[in-house]
């Protein structure tokens, strides 16, 4: 499995080569993408990452809570709620320790099947169901993962898993931004 070389996710080249190389950061990014931007979301682990010196999930599940918070909310915070997503990401991360050895990639390599890595991934703190969906077809068409039944669980529907270029970032926002504005539309 060949992971891609960025994602250009951030708008920050170091940042978009980070979340590519090292899943860790990738989960961790997964976590904080709700209810900030893409970009705000995504850069946070190249955030923590220099503001740590590290991104050892070990190392960050046994900080000082308070020090972690912290370590969030120095500004520019890591999030809009430091105080939700330090909790969220040192949970992520004693996950990560506990059952993966401190190696977020532990998920996908050792998964079974689609659906294993479904339920993997879907156990994170963090990790909801779009999110799971939106790492399958990441997983299945970025960095080439092929399980038993995978494809099956592969929407139709545009996700942040296919984005790989600026310019498809920028219409995959356009298009949440709409559908949003459609659904509020409806709703009213």
């Known amino acids: 499995m060949a992971a891609p070389a960025l994602l250009p996710w951030t708008g920050d080249e170091a940042a978009d080569?980070?979340?590519?190389?090292?899943?860790?950061?990738?989960?961790i990014g997964f976590?904080?993408?709700?209810q900030v931007t893409v970009q705000k979301a995504f850069v946070g682990p190249a955030v923590l990452r220099e503001r740590l010196g590290h991104l050892d999930p070990a190392r960050i599940a046994t900080m000082d809570a308070d020090a972690f918070l912290a370590v969030c909310r120095e500004r520019p915070a890591?999030?809009?709620?430091?105080?939700?997503?330090a909790a969220r990401i040192q949970d992520l991360c004693q996950v990560l320790v506990d059952q993966y050895g401190g190696d977020g990639s532990r998920l996908w390599?050792?998964?079974?099947?689609?659906?294993d890595l479904a339920a993997r991934l879907g156990a994170l703190?963090?990790?909801?169901?779009?999110k799971v969906t939106s790492l399958l077809v990441l997983l299945a068409r970025q960095y080439g993962v092929e399980l038993p039944g995978l494809a099956t669980l592969l929407p139709t529907y545009p996700t942040l898993g296919e984005v790989r270029t600026a310019?498809?970032?920028?219409a995959?926002?356009?298009?949440?931004?709409?559908?949003?504005?459609?659904k509020r539309a409806a709703a009213q």
């Open 17 to 27: 080569r980070l979340l590519a190389a090292d899943p860790n950061a990738l989960l």
């Open 31 to 34: 976590v904080l993408d709700q």
């Open 78 to 85: 890591v999030h809009r709620f430091p105080g939700t997503m």
């Open 109 to 115: 390599t050792e998964a079974s099947s689609g659906e």
């Open 125 to 130: 703190p963090g990790i909801g169901p779009l």
């Open 167 to 170: 310019d498809e970032l920028a």
């Open 172 to 182: 995959y926002q356009a298009g949440k931004r709409a559908a949003k504005a459609a």
